[in-house]
């Protein structure tokens, strides 16, 4: 087995990218239909694989350009059980998707990687529910919901799992404990609404050091996605110790909330240029934060903007 699965090297000193908004790009700027915002039904087709080879490649070549590690992160945010029962994939057929993502993923690593841009590979894991609305599974029923997922992908060459919009702390905590059973590292990260909190009024840092608390620190790191930064930075605190253990932003191109963005036909693109200055002024405060990269509504623009900011 390949790659960085015992030394994540985005754990070190250095800047790493991440991708955009894979399936607001797909589906607003490419045409592509996915059913439920499934991206994954993509590796069902030549087709479709070549589609998402080619929007990896333009993250790719950024990192490459800039220097810059890069996460890869695979498109099976929906690649659960119940997402999955909708679009008509089982469980086998599941773990066949999650394991066709990363050898797509290892794939790409082996034509792309260099010395100055380390490509980690991630195996994606979306929330249970919808990432808007509040989840209800205790922290054992999600770790036996996301157990199977994880072990797809600890079969695999991806280095790590990585989830993604999250607004509740039982979730991440079955996650995180699953993922230390399967002894795969994980990344979690939470999701908020324009007051900073998770849906249910939980303070971020809270939510950090609950998972934290109740798992003995399994996540490697945490991140925030999916929301812009005008809503979290108030939740941030440089002297806070939690701030330690937020590594990562994904944030939304468009500051409207997640209830706007639901109900919205059309993609707010938001200004990538703005969107840089925003993340450059983050790393000036929180230098810690070492893995940049966009949620809805972003793209490339956006993280090469991020990325030339960020120099």
């Not at 050091?209 to 790191?221: G, K, M």
Request: charged share 25%; net charge negative; with cysteine.
């Amino acid at each position: 087995m390949t790659g960085y699965r015992a030394d994540l090297p985005q754990l070190k000193p250095g800047l790493f990218v991440s991708d955009g908004g894979m399936e607001t790009t797909l589906i607003f700027h490419e045409g592509v239909e996915l059913p439920h915002f499934a991206s994954f039904v993509l590796l069902d087709s030549e087709e479709g694989q070549a589609r998402l080879r080619a929007y990896y490649e333009r993250y790719l070549a950024i990192a490459r350009r800039h220097g810059r590690g890069l996460i890869l992160d695979s498109p099976t945010w929906r690649a659960n059980p119940d997402w999955g029962a909708k679009l008509g994939y089982d469980a086998a057929g599941l773990k066949r998707i999650n394991e066709a993502s990363i050898a797509l993923l290892d794939e790409l690593r082996r034509s792309w990687q260099t010395a100055q841009t380390p490509i980690v590979v991630a195996g994606v894991i979306g929330p249970r529910g919808d990432g808007y609305a509040a989840g209800r599974m205790s922290a054992k029923e999600a770790e036996d919901y996301h157990a199977p997922q994880i072990a797809s992908f600890a079969q695999t060459a991806a280095d790590m799992v990585a989830a993604y919009t999250l607004n509740y702390v039982e979730e991440a905590i079955g996650i995180a404990r699953a993922a230390r059973a399967l002894a795969m590292p994980c990344s979690i990260s939470f999701t908020v609404e324009t007051d900073g909190k998770l849906i249910g009024g939980r303070s971020l840092r809270d939510a950090v050091e609950t998972v934290d608390r109740e798992t003995d620190a399994a996540p490697a790191y945490f991140m925030i996605n999916c929301a812009h930064p005008t809503h979290f930075e108030q939740a941030l605190s440089a002297d806070a110790p939690w701030i330690s253990r937020l590594l990562g932003v994904k944030a939304n191109a468009s500051t409207k909330s997640h209830a706007e963005l639901d109900e919205s036909e059309t993609l707010d693109s938001g200004d990538p240029i703005d969107l840089g200055r925003r993340y450059r002024r983050l790393r000036e405060t929180y230098p810690g934060l070492r893995i940049l990269g966009g949620c809805c509504g972003t793209d490339d623009r956006h993280v090469a903007a991020i990325c030339e900011a960020c120099a």
